[in-house]
């Protein structure tokens, strides 16, 4: 956001095994990017994480604690979310959130103004060694990006952005696709193959009730074939981000082109391929 608008929106991540299953931003208000965050999928995050860019102060601990809307739906108001990251947490907030026993309460200032750790390699053990690769860092920059159209309004563009967040960091099985609609992650899902992984994506939101119609999609992976958009565009998405690159991607970019799909392409060594 940063990089693309000079400035950053309320950011709620709400994840589950270090996966996320609901992000919400929001320009304004902090509460609204919180409910987009655990209505995304409340079924999910139920005994999950929750991390902000913004203090949380004692009406949104209210909110992270129970929600009425919950209630009605899943029969249950409780969150029961395990753990919660903010850059603050006022003390009356704190006297909310720790009603749950063995609740982490993480405080983290850098979250409010987050910054890329500068090492050249991430190395994680495995069995008998380990695994050295560049860090997993990047951060998108739509001005090496191509677009096949202008269709993209400031929305749309922070749309994939969150989208592609979710995509290029989540391990759903590899191929990940996300859906995004109004700034809400509405679902997100992993291969291995990426019609697979479309299909993932557009049954987790609509499982959830979510309308799926005028929604951006972003993968961390080319489209070797038509497949893939073939699904997303049945499901009503209109925008995309997508890697370059395939043996087919010429015939992949006419097709959205016929179904006037505007989308993004990222350069390909960009693409993320997580565990390949």
Same mark, same amino acid.
């Given at each position: 956001?940063?990089?693309?608008?000079?400035?950053?929106?309320?950011?709620?991540?709400?994840?589950?095994?270090?996966?996320?299953?609901?992000?919400?931003?929001?320009?304004?208000?902090?509460?609204?990017?919180?409910?987009?965050?655990?209505?995304?999928?409340?079924?999910?995050?139920?005994?999950?994480?929750?991390?902000?860019?913004?203090?949380?102060?004692?009406?949104?601990?209210?909110?992270?604690?129970?929600?009425?809307?919950?209630?009605?739906?899943?029969?249950?108001?409780?969150?029961?979310?395990?753990?919660?990251?903010?850059?603050?947490?006022?003390?009356?907030?704190?006297?909310?959130?720790?009603?749950?026993?063995?609740?982490?309460?993480?405080?983290?200032?850098?979250?409010?103004?987050?910054?890329?750790?500068?090492?050249?390699?991430?190395?994680?053990?495995?069995?008998?060694?380990?695994?050295?690769?560049?860090?997993?860092?990047?951060?998108?920059?739509?001005?090496?990006?191509?677009?096949?159209?202008?269709?993209?309004?400031?929305?749309?563009?922070?749309?994939?952005?969150?989208?592609?967040?979710?995509?290029?960091?989540?391990?759903?099985?590899?191929?990940?696709?996300?859906?995004?609609?109004?700034?809400?992650?509405? *679902?997100?899902?992993? *291969?291995?193959?990426?019609?697979?992984?479309?299909?993932?994506?557009?049954?987790?939101?609509?499982?959830?009730?979510?309308?799926?119609?005028?929604?951006?999609?972003?993968?961390?992976?080319?489209?070797?074939?038509?497949?893939?958009?073939?699904?997303?565009?049945?499901?009503?998405?209109?925008?995309?981000?997508?890697?370059?690159?395939?043996?087919?991607?010429?015939?992949?970019?006419?097709?959205?082109?016929?179904?006037?799909?505007?989308?993004?392409?990222?350069?390909?060594?960009?693409?993320?391929?997580?565990?390949?």
């Amino acid at each position: 956001f940063n990089k693309r608008f000079g400035k950053t929106p309320y950011l709620a991540l709400a994840a589950k095994h270090g996966n996320a299953c609901g992000f919400g931003t929001d320009w304004d208000n902090p509460e609204i990017a919180l409910e987009k965050a655990l209505f995304g999928n409340p079924t999910a995050i139920w005994g999950g994480e929750f991390i902000c860019n913004f203090p949380i102060n004692e009406n949104l601990a209210k909110l992270l604690y129970e929600n009425n809307n919950r209630k009605k739906s899943l029969g249950s108001g409780w969150w029961m979310l395990d753990v919660i990251a903010a850059p603050s947490i006022s003390s009356e907030a704190i006297s909310v959130l720790a009603r749950r026993k063995d609740r982490k309460l993480l405080v983290n200032k850098a979250l409010a103004a987050p910054e890329l750790a500068d090492s050249a390699w991430s190395i994680r053990p495995i069995r008998g060694g380990f695994l050295r690769q560049p860090p997993a860092n990047y951060v998108l920059n739509l001005e090496e990006a191509e677009f096949n159209d202008s269709n993209f309004t400031e929305q749309n563009i922070g749309s994939l952005i969150l989208a592609w967040a979710v995509s290029w960091s989540s391990n759903l099985g590899g191929n990940e696709v996300s859906l995004v609609k109004d700034l809400q992650l509405i *679902g997100s899902g992993g *291969g291995p193959a990426t019609t697979i992984a479309a299909q993932n994506a557009v049954s987790r939101a609509r499982e959830q009730g979510h309308p799926t119609e005028s929604s951006v999609f972003a993968a961390d992976a080319f489209f070797p074939f038509t497949d893939a958009p073939e699904i997303l565009i049945q499901a009503g998405c209109d925008r995309g981000l997508v890697p370059k690159g395939g043996k087919h991607e010429q015939e992949v970019r006419q097709y959205f082109q016929n179904h006037s799909i505007s989308v993004c392409y990222v350069p390909e060594q960009f693409r993320g391929f997580c565990r390949h």
